[in-house]
């Protein structure tokens, strides 16, 4: 009997070992180890065996039976791994073939720009504030050091639509509206449309986009202006750009300058963008005139403060070197899917 | 203001090239505009002396030339016939360049050699008004003084530039030469010397001559005049045409000339009139009576209303004060007695003057800007040296000055530490004092605190934050080192309306869509377009008064306009489709015609087309932004001309317009060249915005399985789903989980006029799993609602 055993795992073994698939080894297992297998069918022999025999061979069956199992275990992984790789083979890909695209739109580069920048000054506490399109020819001109007859009135073509009513020329009408209704420490930005009477061309629209920054506190000097525009200008040109303070004039700051940053085309050596000079032109700014601040409460002689407005079209522009401003507006698909 | 460097240099040493001298004066504050040097154009052309002339062996009108060119003798070949022995004539040598662009080589002319070009008044470029004689038919034939080999520049006076330097409204001081000397003169460090204003008189009384009258001191705060007799009419002398023409005006006579030299080199506008025009020998400065006419000097003719500032005669207008004299007083060839003005005119009438009128002049420019009222005498007095120097007149004795007070120098006393206070660097106080003392604000200090007597010509100096950028200007900007704000830190917030619409567009990008940005304005026909009534409220729009052109013309009241005109550009430029919003406002008045600021409502816009876009697309575009404010939204059928009268839908939220959408009327689509289906959206994001979710608070999870039922059913084809909806919600009860339409059919297989619609509900308790009874029970009480709003159970 125990040698019939032995045979009988010997086959099992055999037999599993050249089975080819899935279904060969089960049929194996039913073969042998099934209820109506060969295994099973010794084991009801065992009554036949005297009792010294019954326990060694009944503890040589439970042994080769588990030899068969773990063969057959064993067998089947090295089969499912066999089909995994065959199915696997089958499936390959052509892996330069395009990919499918979910189609996602794209914000205008005005917006993605004023993103960028909201975020820059919202890092050093600038609240983003709003201000009406339509202002009065106070908040626009008067509260900002422009009485009617100032020649700086010139500077700017102005859309009237009614008598002391009129569509903001810049974005400082806000801080007029913002040192009204908020006491210092104030650091505000406020982005917004602006309005001119220029005729449409390449580098005039009569629509645009500012962005003006007010700061007001105690001991505000030109150099913490200077440190915010640095900050500014890095993010925006690259870690190594340069600020330069050159004097200029508008009627709501005092001292005024022009701000220019190193070209970041060029590294400030001078080219074409720069017209050689190293250097662009980027906004304008100033410390806050003091008649503007005691126009609006707040005594000059406590607080000083500084303020700059930036051309959004103009950062937009050079930064995605978009020659023509017109392109911004006509919002043609070909243009808004480059960005 | 446009000077010549050599101009300049009458008045300061310039110790620089001119490159440095411009990069100094634009980090001084005064930016350089252009900087064109004269010389640039010529090159190797000199004054050659004809010695020897011989006629060309094969031509009947060339001649050959011998030309002495300073070092060497020429052979120059030539065909004008004016050239003669022993002429001086500009001769371009071989490698030379020429203004007019020509590049002059040796060569043969007829087998002849020759080595250069003999050259016209017009072949460099010149008329008699540079040189005299330049004008003729041939060769230019030189002044017999000049020096047989100098170089033509040399002699034309082209080594200089002209330099254009760009005047800030602060600065009307520095709009004349004087002014920019005085600076040049700072950021040099060097010598500034005054012109003179010495001049001899030659008796008589001016009162004999002339009545001067200002009625309108509140527009003229200063008249000042003088007579010169004996006026010798000629041409100036070539200094003095140079000055005038750098500065791109035409010289014209001695006279003229030095009027408008006194304004260049001084700032102040001066005008002379012909004696003999001024009838009965009076002038009166008033205002001009409604209607009354002028003809100017540049023979147009002016009706004139009261705001409008004269200078009268004792019959007519004679001048429009600032801006332009007038022809019948103008100065001729003839005239022999002249009457010359310097005044301050207020400087908003020159200009409401010059701006009703048309008309803009070198003079009314300055006055608009102002002119300094102590700077008049000054001014005469330079004119009257002129006079004296050109000696081309008799300056009869007295003064006419009629003025109302002059007002003297203004005292300001700031501490030099609240100077260094603003703009944040340590200046030593003995620089300030410096500084402020060569830029003429006379500064003494004391224990720290300036003293600084401000003449009226710095009208524009009025306190420390003045001071500062004076002070600043000259010692360098450079000196400005950024740090980090010295202040409390702060935290940046965003406006709610700006993260909402934030939101938003970032919900519709990751839809496909583009964001579009258009004008704010919109042609005054858009709404005729739309076929929007004329009793809509959207009719009153806020007008500019001084558009650009119509199609700019109004503020707009919607979006759909802008949007269709995108929607439009793209489709002419065969995109096949396009998917696109526009975040804006509109701007609704409160009054018309407005007297206050419009309300500026928030408002957006969604445009579709192609890409199968439908009308239901466009309305999952609207329900997943209204969702993110609001649940419980009902739409209803749209009354919009503009739009499918069948296929728009305003979505509503409490009795109150969210949204109107749908497909665009194809008569208005095809106004805008869009003849395929066009889809719009209309988002009023200002009503929108007043909803919102609120903080959201968690719901425990479900503990107990759901229960699915679908209901499949017939009813007439015209019947709202919403309605069944609704039916559905109803019978179910507050067992209700979401109620899903899954199926609508109609065609074969369903009765005509008949539609089948699917729906799947599921239901859940929160207290136990359902039975089969429950769902039975809840599932009769649908069909019965259903059945009540005419839909039947389907088998």
């Given at each position: ?22 279904k ?6 039913v ?22 025999e ?41 892996i ?8 996602e739109?794209?914000l ?9 920048m909201i975020?820059?000054?919202r ?12 202002e ?11 009485p ?15 008598e ?17 209704t908020?006491k ?11 309005y ?6 390449a ?39 340069k600020?330069?303070f ?11 300058v ?14 074409r963008?720069?017209?050689?000079s ?22 000059p ?24 401003i ?14 | 203001m446009k ?7 009458r ?7 001119v ?16 900087c064109v ?10 004054v ?21 060119v ?11 016939q ?8 500009p001769?371009?040598?071989?490698d ?12 043969k ?13 017009e ?9 005299e004689?330049?004008?003729?038919y ?12 100098a170089?033509?520049?040399e ?11 760009k ?10 030469a ?21 001049y001899?008189?030659?008796g008589?009384?001016?009162n004999?001559?002339?009545?001067v ?33 750098a500065?791109?005006?035409?010289p014209i006579?001695?006279?003229v ?5 006194v ?18 020998s ?8 409604d209607g ?39 100065i001729?060839d ?52 002129l ?13 006419i ?26 200046v030593p106080?003995?620089?300030i ?36 950028e004076?002070?600043?200007?000259i ?20 406006l709610?309306?700006?993260i ?5 567009k ?11 940005v ?7 026909k ?8 004329e ?7 806020v ?28 489709y ?7 998917a ?24 957006m ?14 309305k ?5 932004i ?14 919009e001309n ?11 939220k ?13 008569a ?21 915005y007043?909803?919102s ?5 968690f719901?425990?999870?479900?503990k ?13 084809a ?40 699917a ?5 859940r ?25 005419g ?5």
């Amino acid at each position: 009997m125990k040698q019939q055993l032995e045979q009988i795992k010997n086959q099992a073994i055999e037999e599993l070992k050249s089975a080819a698939d899935l279904k060969a080894v089960d049929d194996v297992r039913v073969k042998y180890l099934g209820k109506k297998g060969e295994l099973t069918a010794i084991l009801k022999q065992m009554g036949g065996l005297s009792p010294e025999e019954r326990p060694i061979v009944g503890q040589l069956a439970n042994k080769i039976r588990a030899e068969i199992e773990e063969t057959l275990t064993e067998t089947l992984a090295t089969l499912k791994d066999k089909e995994t790789e065959q199915r696997l083979a089958a499936e390959t890909l052509d892996i330069t073939m395009p990919g499918k695209k979910t189609a996602e739109g794209g914000l205008h580069p005005l917006s993605i720009v004023l993103d960028d920048m909201i975020d820059i000054f919202r890092s050093m506490g600038f609240d983003i504030v709003d201000g009406p399109e339509v202002e009065t020819d106070y908040y626009n001109f008067e509260a900002l050091n422009v009485p009617a007859d100032h020649p700086a009135r010139d500077m700017q073509d102005t859309f009237y639509l009614a008598e002391g009513l009129l569509l903001r020329t810049q974005t400082s009408a806000a801080q007029i509206r913002t040192m009204e209704t908020r006491k210092p420490p104030i650091r505000i930005l406020c982005p917004g449309r602006v309005y001119r009477a220029d005729e449409v061309d390449a580098t005039h629209s009569p629509v645009f986009h500012q962005i003006e920054g007010l700061v007001v506190d105690k001991g505000i000097t030109m150099c913490d202006l200077k440190g915010v525009l640095e900050q500014f200008a890095r993010e925006i040109y690259g870690p190594e750009t340069k600020v330069k303070f050159r004097p200029s004039f508008f009627p709501f700051t005092e001292p005024s300058v022009e701000v220019d940053v190193s070209c970041s085309e060029c590294g400030g050596v001078g080219c074409r963008v720069c017209k050689g000079s190293g250097w662009i032109e980027i906004l304008g700014a100033g410390m806050v005139h003091p008649r503007v601040l005691s126009a609006c409460g707040i005594d000059p002689e406590e607080y000083s403060g500084f303020a700059f407005g930036i051309g959004l079209d103009r950062i937009t522009t050079t930064r995605y070197k978009i020659s023509d401003i017109r392109n911004l507006f006509e919002n043609d698909l070909r243009f808004l899917e480059q960005f | 203001m446009k000077v010549s460097l050599s101009w300049l240099k009458r008045y300061v040493d310039i110790n620089v090239p001119v490159e440095e001298l411009c990069d100094r004066m634009t980090l001084a504050g005064f930016e350089i505009e252009e900087c064109v040097d004269l010389s640039a154009n010529m090159s190797n052309v000199v004054v050659g002396k004809v010695v020897k002339m011989e006629r060309h062996p094969d031509s009947d009108h060339l001649w050959i030339c011998q030309v002495d060119v300073g070092d060497r003798v020429e052979q120059i070949v030539t065909g004008a016939q004016n050239v003669f022995e022993g002429a001086l004539v500009p001769a371009a040598l071989h490698d030379s360049h020429l203004p007019n662009g020509a590049h002059i080589k040796k060569g043969k002319l007829r087998g002849v050699e020759s080595n250069g070009m003999l050259c016209s008044g017009e072949e460099l470029m010149l008329t008699d008004a540079d040189y005299e004689g330049a004008s003729i038919y041939g060769i230019m034939i030189m002044n017999k003084n000049e020096t047989v080999g100098a170089d033509m520049r040399e002699v034309l006076g082209l080594f200089d530039w002209i330099i254009d330097f760009k005047i800030t409204a602060n600065r009307p001081d520095c709009q004349c030469a004087l002014g920019v000397a005085k600076e040049v003169a700072v950021v040099l460090g060097t010598k500034f010397s005054e012109p003179t204003t010495d001049y001899k008189t030659s008796g008589e009384d001016i009162n004999d001559y002339i009545k001067v009258s200002v009625k309108d001191y509140d527009l003229c705060p200063r008249y000042l005049g003088r007579v010169v007799k004996n006026v010798r009419i000629g041409e100036s002398p070539e200094w003095l045409k140079k000055c005038v023409s750098a500065a791109g005006m035409r010289p014209i006579n001695n006279i003229v000339d030095i009027t408008n030299f006194v304004m260049l080199e001084t700032g102040q506008p001066m005008h002379a009139f012909d004696y003999r025009d001024i009838k009965n020998s009076e002038i009166i400065v008033r205002r001009a009576t409604d209607g009354e006419m002028i003809t100017t000097l540049d023979e147009k003719e002016h009706t004139l209303t009261s705001e409008m500032l004269v200078i009268a005669d004792g019959e007519n207008p004679s001048c429009l004060a600032g801006i332009m004299g007038g022809l019948n007083s103008e100065i001729k060839d003839d005239t022999t007695t002249i009457f010359f003005e310097a005044a301050k005119f207020r400087r908003d009438n020159v200009r409401k003057t010059g701006r009703a009128l048309g008309m803009r002049t070198e003079s009314s420019a300055r006055f608009e800007r102002g002119v300094d009222i102590n700077n008049v005498e000054y001014a005469m007095n330079r004119a009257l040296s002129l006079i004296s120097e050109l000696d081309c007149g008799d300056i009869v004795d007295g003064v006419i000055d009629l003025n109302e007070g002059l007002p003297a120098p203004r005292t300001l006393n700031v501490k030099a530490s609240d100077i260094c206070a603003l703009v944040g660097v340590e200046v030593p106080t003995e620089k300030i004092v410096e500084i402020l003392n060569s830029l003429h604000l006379a500064t003494t200090e004391q224990n720290g605190m300036l003293t600084v007597s401000v003449p009226s010509i710095r009208d524009d100096v009025e306190g420390k934050a003045d001071l500062a950028e004076e002070v600043m200007r000259i010692y360098g900007y450079d000196h400005i080192i950024g740090k980090p704000m010295n202040s409390v830190i702060m935290r940046g917030k965003k406006l709610p309306e700006r993260i909402n619409a934030d939101k938003i567009k970032s919900l519709l990008v990751g839809k496909g869509l583009y964001e579009a940005v258009t004008y704010s304005f919109i042609g005054s026909k858009a709404l005729d377009t739309l076929g929007i009534s004329e009793n809509d409220e959207r009719r009153n729009a806020v007008k500019l008064l001084n558009p650009l052109g119509d199609e700019y013309s109004v503020m707009r009241t919607q979006l759909v306009t802008s949007m269709l005109t995108v929607l439009a550009t793209n489709y002419n430029r065969k995109q096949p489709a396009a998917a696109m919003f526009e975040v804006s406002k509109v701007f609704v008045p409160k009054q018309l015609p407005v007297t206050e600021q419009p309300l500026e409502v928030p408002q957006m816009s969604i445009g579709l087309y192609g890409n199968d876009a439908d009308f239901f697309t466009l309305k999952g575009f609207v329900e997943d932004i209204l969702d993110i404010f609001c649940d419980g939204v009902s739409y209803e059928r749209a009354n919009e001309n503009y739009y499918h009268p069948g296929r728009s839908a305003v979505a509503v939220k409490d009795g109150k317009t969210l949204a109107v959408f749908g497909e665009i009327h194809p008569a208005v689509a095809e106004k805008y060249g869009l003849d395929t289906k066009t889809y719009v959206a209309e988002i009023k994001l200002g009503t929108l915005y007043e909803f919102s979710r609120g903080p959201v608070i968690f719901a425990p999870l479900p503990k107990f399985p759901a229960i699915e039922r679908d209901f499949a059913m017939l009813c007439d084809a015209s019947l709202p789903v919403a309605t069944l909806e609704s039916a559905i919600r109803q019978g179910a009860g507050k067992l209700l989980e979401k109620v899903e339409l899954f199926d609508v059919y109609m065609g074969e297989q369903i009765e005509k006029g008949k539609k089948s619609v699917a729906y799947r509900v599921t239901l859940r308790s929160k207290e136990a799993t359902l039975t089969d009874e429950d769902s039975a029970k809840i599932s009769k009480k649908i069909i019965n609602r259903l059945e009540s709003v005419g839909a039947v159970l389907r088998g």
